[in-house]
Structure formats: C-alpha cells, structure tokens
C-alpha cells in the first residue's frame, strides 16, 4: 500500500501538489472558487500532518476538539482548470491562544491563481475556543514564520 | 422569518423543487453526477420532515443516530444545465428494521432526467445499525408505497 | 410543477431561505466553511433572477460569458448545524464596468453567523472581463444600495 | 515543481492513493456518500492519465468531447473517516462506441470499503454520444481486463 503525499517543506513553506477533476470545475471551465478552499484546507491538513499532528480532530484533555476557520481573505488572480497541476503553499504565521493564521496561495507552472489569509482556531465539539496543546504548538512553532 | 421549503405531497410522492446553480455544474456544461446525490439527499429529508421528523440526526434512548447510505443504483439519462428548475420525487417503498428503501427520480417540465434506488440505514456513531424508533416509524410509514 | 423559491426582496435586500443537510456539514458537526460559499452563491443568483437576469451564463454580442469571482471577505462568527434554516441576505452595492460588489450575510433567528464581501465580474469563456450589458445593468441598479 | 500523483496499475487495475479531508465528511463522523463518487471521478482520470490519455475533454474532430455518467451502481459497506488513507482502485471492463465500463473499489488497509460498477460515455458538448477516437482506444485497451 502506497501512502497519499504528504506535500513537503522548503524551508518553512509546505507545498502541496494538487489536480485539478471534473469534481472541481464548473459550467464557465474554470475552477469554482469554492472549491478553492477545499484545496487549501488540504494544504493546511497536510502541513500540519507532516509537521507531525497526525489528527485532525484531536483530545484536549478528555474532550474532542476540531479546527475551524474564523476568517478568510482570498483573491482570485488567475483561473485554473481541468487537468491542471497546482500547488497549495502554506506558510504559518502566528500561533496564539486558541488561534492559527497562515497565509497560502494556489500555484501553477510558478505564477501565482489565488492568494489567500486564514484565519483558524481550535473548539469543542459545542463551539467553545480551546488553547492549542502544547505537544501541538511545539510541532506547529517549528515552521512558523 | 420565512423557512426553507419542505415540498409538498402528491399521494405518497414527495416532490422538493431544486434549482441548478453554478455550484452543481462542471466544465462539460452540466451538473456534475455526484451532485445529484445531493439533490436526492435534499429530496428524502424534506420528505421525512414534512411526514413529521424534524431531526436527521435523532437520539435513540441515549445515543444519537443518524441516516446512512447502504447501497445506490443510478440512471442518468438526461442531463440537467445551470438554471434549471428541477423536482426530486421521493417514494419510500419499504421500512425493516434499521432500514428503509426508496424510488427517487429528477424531473424538468415532466421529463425524467435521473431515476435511483436507494438503500438506506440508521447506525450509531459506531457505525452499528439500529431500529428505527417507533415513533419515526409510525410516521414514515403513513408514505410507504 | 412548483418553481423553486426566488426568495424576495425587503427594500434593496435580497433575502434566500436556505436548509442545512448533511452535504453542507462536516465530522466536526457544523457546516463546512467552504459550503457557505454556495450558499452565499445561491444568494446572488436568485437576487439577479428576482431582478429579471434570469440567465446565469449569457450572451454579450455574439460571446457567452459568465460570472466570476474576483475576492472574498468572509467572517465565520457563529457556527450553523444540520436542519438549522438560514436566510442568505445579499445587498449589491458597487456596479462599475465588468465589475460587481455585494454585501452578503446569513442568519438564523434574526442573529448573523456569517458576513462576507464580495467582488464578482463578468468574462468571457476564455477568461477576459466583459462591461456587463446594459439591459442587465439597468436590472440590477434598481436594487444598488 | 513536484506533480500529483497519477497513481500505479498493478496489472491492469489502477491504484491511486486517496486522503479524506474535513471536506469529505458530515456530520455523523465518516465520509459523506456523495463523496466518494468523487474519489471514484479521480481514480478513472488517473488510470486515463497514466495510461496516456491526459486530457479528460478532448477534441473528436473539430468538436470538443466530455466524459459523462450514464449508470452507477454503489454499494457502501464500511465507513471512512477523517484522516484516512484510501486507495482507490479502479479495472476498466468494457469498452464500445462511446461506451466505457469499469469496476472501481475503495479501500483501506487491505479491506473493501465501498464497491462501485460505472459506465461512462462520451458526448459532444450537446450532449451526443461521441465514439472513443482510435488512439484513445488504443491506450484504454492495453489495460481492457
């Protein structure tokens, strides 16, 4: 059994290489821009994984906690389309509290189709902030930049 | 405030109207396949609240439950486009246990576009089947076909 | 054959009904933050097709073009949960050449779980803006606040 | 620049390694129906791609050409969950006219989750069966089983 990628580092950016489908497009042949958030989430998720945070929903103390996003900036420069290969960057920025911000960008062939600020945060199962693990923010503080 | 539609009725044919947005379509000029499980999605659980079950996810004694699907068989014979207006019918056909199986099909203007069956079961957040409360049952089975 | 709900307008807001199902949330119990995006989507179509634009793609001059998205704001303050029904609140506000800005929201009982800005324009299928035609301009002004 | 994976045939059954995201799941923990046609879209384009058709709409002629469903048949016996590496695997049958069949499975750590019998078709853009093109044939046939 072979593994789905994990992306890699360079340097403190993870970049994820990522295809465009059918699933992925709409009626204009272009990428839907909601599904660009689908590809960042992936860059995050595999960021995060490779970094050494296996789980993305994890115990904090006896209490499942998940990710969820507060905040969303994105710009769309460039379209992508069907069959094209792209990169997710994502470069963490700040941890704090109960709070992620990382900035990423969709790229193909070296020029950059969207660029985008995330703002996530960790809660409970019913909604309420949670303070990063610490066995979590030391894998995460690594690659911050 | 005014709510979401729940359809209607014909006999024990439920009928959700559906329109087609960008988000269903993909670069062929039509809506992608996998979307109409969507719709059809929409269509059963509309029929279920109008027949008096308001929650998707329901405690069973003391552990929640929800809806899972078993099995699909699809026909598309038709395609729909972006801005269609489209009716899901849902017939539910038989009631057993933790299970319960239905016809559905996609219309426009009286046409039928896609037909499935659909087996479909309620386990736990285990994933183990369960009975489907008497109460649920009494109410679906007033639409059984 | 019922059409699908346009939603309506107060004053120059437009207001969408909208119903949370299972394709909407995720394994953390609350809609996915993407799936907003389709929603606030559905939001803008039925406000121009309740103005009278009822094609999505349309023809300028000889060229079919379609709507894109330029840049996003999105803030996610509160979550919503499967069953919950929402209301999508779009109020445009800039039109100018290819371009066009909206204000979006959605709420539940009177209360704002999401608010975005929005920049769409109009492009052809090969990617290049095109001045939005005048008989739709004049549609959509009545309603610029 | 590091590609996506377009996978591996072992024989003539394609494998291509799959990550469930937040994106794939809903709200009773596992991966959402629907989805997993989409994991399906992604193990066909890939077992194409690697065989050496690398453009899923082509030209036949002067007309551009789509992939489209005709008929699915799923069956949905274990759950996926959040974080879970998939394989997708996918056997082309038969293929005549416009016509392509195939039988795909997902599975996890050696065990068959889902089990799926597709039929895809080609159709012009007004969505008339199109016959494959030879050299199209000719690259699917290699891996005919």
Chains 1, 2, 3, 4 share one sequence.
Do not use: C
């Amino acid at each position: 059994m072979s593994e789905p990628t994990m992306g890699r580092f360079e340097g403190k950016t993870h970049i994820l290489p990522v295809r465009v489908y059918y699933e992925d497009t709409d009626v204009s042949g272009i990428v839907y821009h909601a599904n660009y958030l689908r590809f960042l989430e992936r860059g995050r998720s595999e960021a995060l994984r490779l970094a050494g945070v296996h789980h993305m929903v994890m115990m904090s103390g006896e209490e499942p906690v998940a990710w969820t996003i507060r905040r969303i900036e994105i710009d769309y420069a460039r379209p992508a389309k069907l069959d094209d290969a792209l990169e997710v960057h994502t470069r963490y920025r700040v941890l704090a509290g109960a709070r992620l911000n990382g900035e990423q960008w969709v790229k193909r062939n070296g020029e950059d189709l969207v660029t985008a600020k995330i703002e996530a945060a960790l809660i409970t199962m019913s909604g309420r902030p949670r303070r990063i693990p610490e066995q979590v923010r030391a894998k995460i503080a690594q690659y911050l930049d």
